[in-house]
């Protein structure tokens, strides 16, 4: 009896793999070849394109029984990917292989091997690339087998050792000898080419106030939920899809995650791979609750998954139904949304930046001077209520948008409020090195006295009056990570108390709500 093991992967969707071991034993029986593990047609597929590949390195099938086992057996497999680590094992169980060969010399536990066979035995491309390379990396598998056609694309992955193969037999003889043409690899060396495509902003085209436009500025470099409030016409969407252009380039962990659910949405790898744009999302209000945050058989990511390490614009954020807005809570506050369903479950990340819409009341026009609302008292209350308590507090940043003329001199230069943000980003990167977090709005409740100190006794004052009103726990504390922000806008090592008056001054929906309409 011969016997040989190799590992691929498993996906579950764009975040999830399972490692999994395929082995192979080859033993004296009637002629007979069977792959446990995968159940249905796609084990059956498999097998006939295992044994025509590996004919075309050998002159005959193996007389006798031959069993590939895939293991663990409750994991559900699917995909052409396994077909490699399929051929891979039987070449080696066979002693098919050189000892200067791929199968030979490199670790199985520590060697993943992925490709589709053709009935030729040349390996095609593969679409899904980053989901395993990512997911390698994270099992600490740092040898990557893979079709050469799919190189390049992988050299953007750092620290990875990738060994390209065109050909089935070419992981079964010397391998330097083997690969033809193209960039070799080279004790793992890798090219990042990754470039990030910012859109250009119009915020300078635009009659916004200064007022507006460093509320944005605080938005972005502190990556601040924000809702806008105001009247139709006023320009908060607009705003909304302008927050876009101001948030920074993402650095090296946010942009693989951009690039695995980039590749995990369209199932392709296009020609512009290298190109990176954080995601924007912007679901229409008649949404279901499913669709935001993901669910399914199986398991599938919603809108703010799809979001993550980007913008999400929920527009009319007070016309979505109950159940979608109270599903907000948990991936605002935590960054990551646990879903189940039958015997299912996941945790998928859900690090976005919201910015939210709404008009004041269902006509819009409460508390604007230029037209009159026709509401009722109770709708208007009944309007207000759809957004308030814990979704609210879960906002940093409230902020009235209205149609107010701008002064010539009333206006915030775009490169000036661009400085301000990048500032401000080079002080969080410093203070947050070798810790989970990226931005001031990631600061957990523990660490608040840790990464957000006060300047003197005055701005300990103001604090302690706002934890003495009747505000939440939860908006304190985030008025006090908002305050840092603003703080890291001017470059201040720590929290003024004029840092802590302009974040509280965000909490605008008590004050406007409880005016009488003219």
């Given at each position: 009896?011969?016997?040989?093991?190799?590992?691929?992967?498993?996906?579950?969707?764009?975040?999830?793999?399972?490692?999994?071991?395929?082995?192979?034993?080859?033993?004296?029986?009637?002629?007979?070849?069977?792959?446990?593990?995968?159940?249905?047609?796609?084990?059956?597929?498999?097998?006939?394109?295992?044994?025509?590949?590996?004919?075309?390195?050998?002159?005959?099938?193996?007389?006798?029984?031959?069993?590939?086992?895939?293991?663990?057996?409750?994991?559900?497999?699917?995909?052409?990917?396994?077909?490699?680590?399929?051929?891979?094992?039987?070449?080696?169980?066979?002693?098919?292989?050189?000892?200067?060969?791929?199968?030979?010399?490199?670790?199985?536990?520590?060697?993943?091997?992925?490709?589709?066979?053709?009935?030729?035995?040349?390996?095609?491309?593969?679409?899904?690339?980053?989901?395993?390379?990512?997911?390698?990396?994270?099992f600490g598998i740092q040898n990557i087998v893979l079709p050469a056609e799919n190189f390049e694309q992988a050299c953007v992955v750092r620290d990875l050792h990738l060994y390209p193969v065109r050909h089935l037999r070419e992981i079964t003889v010397p391998y330097k000898k083997s690969f033809p043409a193209g960039p070799a690899p080279d004790g793992g060396k890798t090219v990042n080419r990754l470039q990030f495509d910012k859109r250009k902003s119009l915020l300078d085209q635009l009659k916004i106030s200064a007022r507006i436009k460093r509320t944005l500025a605080v938005s972005a470099?502190?990556?601040?939920?924000?809702?806008?409030?105001?009247?139709?016409?006023?320009?908060?969407?607009?705003?909304?899809?302008?927050?876009?252009?101001?948030?920074?380039?993402?650095?090296?962990?946010?942009?693989?995650?951009?690039?695995?659910?980039?590749?995990?949405?369209?199932?392709?790898?296009?020609?512009?791979?290298?190109?990176?744009?954080?995601?924007?999302?912007?679901?229409?209000?008649?949404?279901?609750?499913?669709?935001?945050?993901?669910?399914?058989?199986?398991?599938?990511?919603?809108?703010?998954?799809?979001?993550?390490?980007?913008?999400?614009?929920?527009?009319?954020?007070?016309?979505?139904?109950?159940?979608?807005?109270?599903?907000?809570?948990?991936?605002?506050?935590?960054?990551?949304?646990?879903?189940?369903?039958?015997?299912?479950?996941?945790?998928?990340?859900?690090?976005?930046?919201?910015?939210?819409?709404?008009?004041?009341?269902?006509?819009?026009?409460?508390?604007?001077?230029?037209?009159?609302?026709?509401?009722?008292?109770?709708?208007?209350?009944?309007?207000?209520?759809?957004?308030?308590?814990?979704?609210?507090?879960?906002?940093?940043?409230?902020?009235?948008?209205?149609?107010?003329?701008?002064?010539?001199?009333?206006?915030?230069?775009?490169?000036?409020?661009?400085?301000?943000?990048?500032?401000?980003?080079?002080?969080?990167?410093?203070?947050?090195?070798?810790?989970?977090?990226?931005?001031?709005?990631?600061?957990?409740?523990?660490?608040?006295?840790?990464?957000?100190?006060?300047?003197?006794?005055?701005?300990?004052?103001?604090?302690?009056?706002?934890?003495?009103?009747?505000?939440?726990?939860?908006?304190?504390?985030?008025?006090?990570?908002?305050?840092?922000?603003?703080?890291?806008?001017?470059?201040?090592?720590?929290?003024?108390?004029?840092?802590?008056?302009?974040?509280?001054?965000?909490?605008?929906?008590?004050?406007?709500?409880?005016?009488?309409?003219?």
């Amino acid at each position: 009896m011969k016997y040989s093991q190799l590992m691929s992967l498993s996906l579950s969707g764009a975040f999830y793999a399972c490692p999994i071991t395929v082995e192979c034993i080859v033993k004296r029986g009637l002629p007979q070849f069977n792959i446990s593990g995968m159940t249905g047609s796609p084990a059956s597929k498999s097998a006939d394109r295992i044994k025509s590949a590996v004919l075309s390195c050998l002159r005959q099938f193996p007389l006798g029984s031959v069993l590939i086992h895939l293991a663990p057996v409750d994991i559900l497999k699917k995909g052409g990917h396994f077909d490699l680590a399929l051929a891979g094992s039987l070449l080696k169980a066979l002693e098919a292989a050189t000892p200067d060969s791929l199968l030979s010399s490199l670790p199985p536990d520590e060697t993943l091997y992925i490709g589709e066979l053709s009935l030729s035995g040349e390996l095609r491309k593969l679409d899904m690339l980053y989901p395993f390379l990512l997911e390698a990396k994270r099992f600490g598998i740092q040898n990557i087998v893979l079709p050469a056609e799919n190189f390049e694309q992988a050299c953007v992955v750092r620290d990875l050792h990738l060994y390209p193969v065109r050909h089935l037999r070419e992981i079964t003889v010397p391998y330097k000898k083997s690969f033809p043409a193209g960039p070799a690899p080279d004790g793992g060396k890798t090219v990042n080419r990754l470039q990030f495509d910012k859109r250009k902003s119009l915020l300078d085209q635009l009659k916004i106030s200064a007022r507006i436009k460093r509320t944005l500025a605080v938005s972005a470099a502190g990556w601040h939920s924000i809702l806008m409030i105001g009247p139709p016409g006023s320009g908060k969407s607009t705003l909304a899809r302008e927050l876009y252009s101001l948030i920074p380039a993402p650095n090296e962990t946010e942009a693989m995650e951009i690039l695995r659910m980039q590749n995990f949405l369209t199932g392709r790898i296009g020609s512009d791979y290298f190109q990176i744009q954080r995601p924007l999302r912007s679901p229409h209000h008649s949404c279901s609750s499913r669709s935001l945050t993901g669910g399914g058989i199986p398991l599938e990511p919603g809108e703010v998954t799809k979001a993550n390490n980007g913008l999400l614009i929920l527009d009319e954020l007070a016309e979505f139904d109950r159940e979608s807005l109270q599903s907000l809570r948990e991936p605002l506050e935590e960054r990551k949304i646990a879903l189940a369903r039958g015997s299912s479950s996941m945790i998928l990340p859900s690090r976005f930046l919201l910015a939210a819409t709404t008009n004041p009341c269902q006509c819009g026009h409460w508390k604007n001077p230029d037209a009159v609302c026709t509401c009722t008292a109770p709708s208007i209350r009944n309007y207000q209520n759809r957004i308030m308590g814990p979704l609210r507090d879960r906002i940093d940043i409230e902020v009235f948008v209205g149609n107010e003329t701008v002064d010539a001199g009333d206006s915030l230069d775009l490169e000036e409020m661009e400085h301000w943000i990048e500032t401000a980003r080079l002080l969080q990167e410093k203070r947050f090195s070798g810790t989970p977090y990226r931005c001031n709005s990631d600061i957990a409740s523990a660490d608040l006295d840790l990464f957000c100190k006060f300047e003197n006794e005055e701005s300990v004052k103001i604090w302690k009056q706002i934890v003495s009103n009747p505000y939440s726990h939860r908006f304190s504390n985030g008025c006090r990570r908002l305050g840092r922000t603003i703080a890291d806008l001017s470059g201040a090592a720590e929290i003024r108390s004029k840092d802590l008056l302009e974040a509280l001054s965000y909490r605008c929906l008590d004050n406007f709500w409880q005016r009488t309409n003219p």
